[in-house]
């Protein structure tokens, strides 16, 4: 009787079911193809991140964006006489002066705000700065003493955000005290503040000024250091601060209730003088503070966790493949497929659980439900409860080992490179006494028959 011949099909099956090298490949096309959804899971961890940092702009619009202080400069006008074609005419130039000395001590009073599902740090900061300014000399700007216009002088004290203010500023100068106004008269250094028109007394050596601030802000508070000598002291209950700028903290002190810290810094370390003229100088680039940091945040934990995709998918397979050869059962690539789908599953899981009950509680619901379908699965597939349990403790140790790494921040490297070496090792040992050359015919195609 003519034998039936087989179909490509047919073919391309049988060489699936008992070929090594052909069911290995297959696993590496799975893996990469189920790398697909996973890298739509990232998109979509962004997606959820940028409307996270869209909500926490609209907090800000409302609460107050993040403060940076700079502050007092005094301005002093004063006119130039130049010589025209139809004769002498004026024009009237400002004089920039910064303190000698500037003095910061503030507290910062954080909350967490939500809006929508999305946190919110923000904070109120209460600041009360003093200092003095030297002797005002005006020999650098070639001007002669009848043409300054001392009855024009004020102080401006920058601020980015006017509506984190929640209490009328009071600027002390000299033996007058001065209620400051909205917005800065000359936007030489300064775009946004408030101001004060000040009597001077040209012949003082000194003026002393002191106003204290009460800002709402969102994230972060910084200073700009504009005295000769600036020295600024914060301190707030908020156990996760970030210190940040052109300048680190002198000495800094964290613990879970709050943390202190103190700056000096001094006109050296800045790329601008303590006087000049217009726009001859810029206030930039020199800004310092602490940011109210949230450690691994959901989208941070969710993004590394996902990085960790390939990892789960690979030694799942292969998992799976040393089951398939120790003890001679069969995993269509299908079954693959289903385990890979279920496991890339966990990480929209997750993103969407721990928008609504925190990561380590997301990561804990969504990994029991995944670890359990797939040992069922196992089961099932494998008709072994004990091969079941094998899976199921090894799923448990996998999700367990990635957890730990996620909560580790400077070790998580270290730790995660370990554990990469033990898995190698242990595959290395359970593929010690498998002869690959001789697997075909004598394991898969006597389970087959």
Request: glycine share 6%.
């Amino acid at each position: 009787m003519e034998e039936k011949q087989e179909s490509i099909f047919e073919k391309i099956n049988n060489n699936i079911k008992t070929s090594v090298s052909i069911k290995l490949l297959s696993i590496g096309f799975l893996i990469a193809v189920l790398l697909i959804p996973n890298s739509m899971i990232k998109s979509l961890i962004s997606e959820r991140k940028i409307n996270q940092i869209e909500a926490v702009e609209e907090v800000s619009e409302k609460w107050g964006a993040p403060v940076e202080i700079t502050g007092p400069i005094l301005t002093i006008p004063f006119n130039r006489t130049h010589k025209g074609v139809d004769g002498p005419y004026t024009t009237k130039h400002y004089a920039h002066f910064l303190p000698s000395k500037l003095d910061v001590k503030g507290k910062l009073n954080p909350e967490k705000r939500k809006r929508g599902i999305y946190e919110v740090i923000v904070y109120n900061s209460e600041l009360s700065a003093e200092g003095q300014f030297d002797e005002l000399d005006f020999s650098n700007f070639q001007v002669e003493e009848e043409s300054i216009l001392w009855s024009e002088a004020f102080v401006s004290i920058g601020i980015p955000d006017m509506a984190g203010i929640q209490s009328d500023i009071q600027i002390q100068f000299g033996e007058n005290t001065y209620r400051a106004g909205s917005g800065i008269p000359v936007r030489d250094l300064l775009s946004s503040g408030v101001n004060s028109k000040v009597a001077i007394d040209s012949e003082s050596k000194s003026i002393p000024f002191s106003f204290d601030l009460n800002i709402n802000g969102t994230e972060s508070l910084s200073f700009n250091p504009i005295g000769k000598t600036t020295n600024i002291s914060l301190a707030s209950t908020w156990p996760h601060p970030s210190f940040g700028g052109q300048f680190l903290p002198d000495s800094y002190n964290i613990t879970d209730n709050g943390f202190t810290a103190e700056w000096s810094v001094f006109d050296l370390n800045r790329n601008y003088p303590q006087q000049w003229e217009g726009k001859a100088h810029q206030i930039s680039n020199s800004s310092f503070g602490v940011d109210l940091y949230q450690p691994v945040d959901n989208y941070q934990r969710n993004t590394r966790s996902a990085k960790y995709a390939i990892l789960i998918l690979f030694l799942t397979f292969i998992t799976f493949f040393f089951v398939e050869i120790l003890n001679k059962k069969r995993i269509h690539p299908i079954q693959y497929i289903l385990v890979g789908l279920a496991l890339t599953v966990f990480y929209t899981l997750l993103l969407s659980l721990s928008e609504q009950v925190g990561f380590n509680n997301a990561y804990l619901i969504a990994s029991t439900i995944i670890v359990g379908m797939v040992s069922l699965y196992a089961k099932s597939i494998l008709q072994s409860s004990k091969l079941a349990m094998v899976m199921f403790g090894f799923f448990t140790l996998i999700y367990s080992f990635i957890f730990v790494i996620l909560q580790l921040e400077d070790f998580a490297l270290l730790v995660g490179s370990f554990g990469l070496v033990l898995v190698l090792g242990f595959c290395m040992y359970l593929s010690r006494k498998v002869d690959w050359y001789t697997i075909k015919s004598k394991e898969i195609i006597s389970h087959a028959s």
